[in-house]
Nanobody
Framework: QVQLVESGGGLVQAGGSLRLSCAAS????????MGWFRQAPGKEREFVAA????????NYADSVKGRFTVSRDTAKNTLYLQMNSLKPEDTAVYYC?????????????????WGQGTQVTVSS
């Protein structure tokens, strides 16, 4: 069982930056593949970024590539999402997720464990 708690969301102007955190408990971040997803009002939950269980592999949605960076701190057992050059279309609730599998996935149903989400609002 993995418990995930996101934090770091908020209101930021377009072009600004935020760093989201996802504190894990019950399992170490190095024992699970982890991902970030987001869901805007009236839209489906979509993949943002993911990192493999080993930490050696990451992948990103095309819409955030070059602007967002996923990383983790094993000492703090925490996953991060650094978001730069934010755009109004990045506005959504952001969720972190974890899976016992080795490699990450862009599919939400791949992940068994989810946090409660943190709101990110980007004003124009």
């Amino acid at each position: 069982q993995v418990q995930l708690v996101e934090s770091g969301g908020g209101l930021v102007q377009a072009g600004g930056s935020l760093r989201l955190s996802c504190a894990a408990s019950g399992r170490t971040v190095s024992s699970v593949a982890m991902g970030w997803f987001r869901q805007a009002p009236g839209k489906e939950r979509e993949f943002v970024a993911a990192i493999s269980r080993s930490g050696s592999s990451t992948n990103y949605a095309d819409s955030v590539k070059g602007r967002f960076t996923v990383s983790r701190d094993t000492a703090k057992n925490t996953l991060y999402l650094q978001m730069n050059s934010l755009k109004p279309e990045d506005t959504a609730v952001y969720y972190c997720a974890a899976s016992s599998r080795v490699s990450p996935s862009e599919r939400a149903d791949f992940y068994a464990y989810w946090g409660q989400g943190t709101q990110v609002t980007v004003s124009s």
